[in-house]
């Protein structure tokens, strides 16, 4: 598994759907069963994982992936890439993948990781969310933005948005919670269960977070728990 120039093969049954989603008409990507063996996958992540606190918000903590990973989304996927999204195969630049593993309880998240985020504001990369995990750990939500109707963030929306963000962070009641489905402030317009082996991908600047369950189990351990390989498809 850890050979640079080792390949999966796509797993035999294969497939894949693109959802649109809200009234801004986000495209989403679901495949299922991505790749043959992905419990390998997992296995590289008990025996070569380095886990470390997580980047950019995230409530948990990451670690390198292997070698192959990259290699097989941009051998698989392009044709499929440019399909759901509209894109040109000269449009994508490359990909970037870690292993993540949710880890921070509510009572210690930042006041950021308790709403809907957006990786990006601009067009530049797409993000996607491979589980190797099991639908009881949770899986992705995408939202609505009540007050503006934003499902989809730009740096022309952002004064409007950052007001009324502004104003919710003054209710505490949701705040050191993980969002998982609509709240007063966030409608949930579309979720993907965790099903281990099932590939995600979105436009990063669409509003997003993972549905962390309210009776969730935070222990570092990638087999029991919400093991997923995080990727972003960057644009040119």
Known sequence: MSSENFLPPLHPQFRYRVDTVGKEKTPVL????????AE???????????????????????????????????????????????LAKDNIHYSQSTYSLVLTPPARLALP??????????????????YLCTPDKG?????????????????????????????????????????NGSNQYYEEIARYEANFNRLIMYPSDVL???SIPEKFQFVPNPIIGRLTLNSFIYLK
Not at 30 to 37: A, G, R, T
Request: aromatic share 12%; net charge negative; charged share 25%.
């Open 30 to 37: 679901v495949i299922d069963n991505f790749l043959h063996e």
């Open 40 to 86: 390998a996958l997992l296995g590289f992540a008990v025996k070569f994982g380095e886990f470390r606190d997580g980047t950019d918000y995230y409530p948990g903590i990451q670690s390198k992936v292997p070698e192959f990973y990259s290699q097989a989304l941009q051998t698989y996927l392009p044709d499929i890439i440019c399909k759901a999204f509209n």
């Open 113 to 130: 990781q308790s709403r809907p985020h957006v990786d990006t504001i601009k067009k530049e990369k797409l993000a996607c969310v491979h």
């Open 139 to 179: 899986g992705t939500s995408i939202y609505r933005h009540r007050a503006t109707g934003f499902e989809q963030l730009s740096p022309e929306r952002m004064d409007a948005y950052g007001e009324h963000l502004a104003k919710e962070a003054l209710d505490t009641s949701w705040h050191n919670k993980y969002i």
């Open 208 to 210: 997003h977070s993972a």
